[in-house]
């Protein structure tokens, strides 16, 4: 059975920073693509940062780009991701996601596996 278990995360004052953790767990877990949702309350859960295992090639949403940083570590099936300056607005349920498939989807629908979700609050 293949998890994904996040660590990390928490309460942290804007502009500061927080390091999120996903690891995957299954002895036949492979995965073309590692994507990092967020959902903040009434609100669409939206992708924001994601790597491609073949590559390491790294893609980011407008509104993080520059201040958020995945990467990944594909001996350990772990991806991170690096928050800097944070602001009150990234206030959400952070999840990690797994695609099996090739190719990067910005629907949560195209992903197989995902991770338990973990509240991150900024407050000013």
């Known amino acids: 059975q293949v998890q994904l278990l996040e660590s990390g995360g928490g309460l942290v004052q804007a502009g500061g920073s927080l390091r999120r953790s996903c690891a995957a767990s299954?002895?036949?877990?492979?995965?073309?693509?590692m994507v990092w949702f967020r959902q903040a309350p009434g609100k669409e859960r939206e992708w924001i940062a994601a790597?491609?295992?073949?590559?390491?090639?790294?893609y980011y949403k407008d509104i993080v780009k520059g201040r958020f940083t995945i990467s990944g570590d594909s001996a350990k099936k772990t991806v991170y991701l690096q928050m800097n300056s944070l602001k009150p607005e990234d206030t959400a349920v952070y999840y990690c996601?797994?695609?099996?498939?090739?190719?990067?989807?910005?629907?949560?629908?195209?992903?197989?596996?995902w991770g338990q979700g973990t509240q991150v609050t900024v407050h000013s």
């Open positions: 996601a797994a695609r099996t498939s090739p190719g990067l989807r910005v629907g949560p629908a195209g992903y197989d596996y």
């Open positions: 299954g002895r036949t877990f492979s995965s073309y693509v």
């Open positions: 790597i491609t295992w073949s590559g390491g090639n790294t």
